[in-house]
């Protein structure tokens, strides 16, 4: 079942993130309100990048592509 909330935490994070100019470039964020156990296992994954200081996390490319990935799994349309 843990795999299943982390799955879909991914796909939330992904389905609610924004564009943020951090003045070198863009990068997808979304906020972290989602459980800390699921946000420390998908940045320990590198599938996002997570401040303790921040209320945002960063969507890394290999969390983008997995949470387009997990979409079509779960047949679910967004972004």
Do not use: C
Not at 17 to 38: H, I, N, T, V
Not at 57 to 63: I, M, R, S
């Amino acid at each position: 079942m843990k795999d299943q909330i982390d799955e879909l935490t991914l796909m939330l994070l992904y389905l609610t993130s924004f564009k943020d100019d951090y003045g070198l470039g863009e990068a997808q964020r979304s906020w972290k309100g989602y459980p800390f156990e699921s946000l420390n296992e998908l940045s320990e994954n590198k599938l996002i990048v997570d401040s303790r200081r921040s209320k945002s996390v960063y969507l890394t490319d290999e969390g983008i592509e997995e949470a387009k990935r997990l979409m079509k799994k779960y047949h679910i349309n967004g972004q």
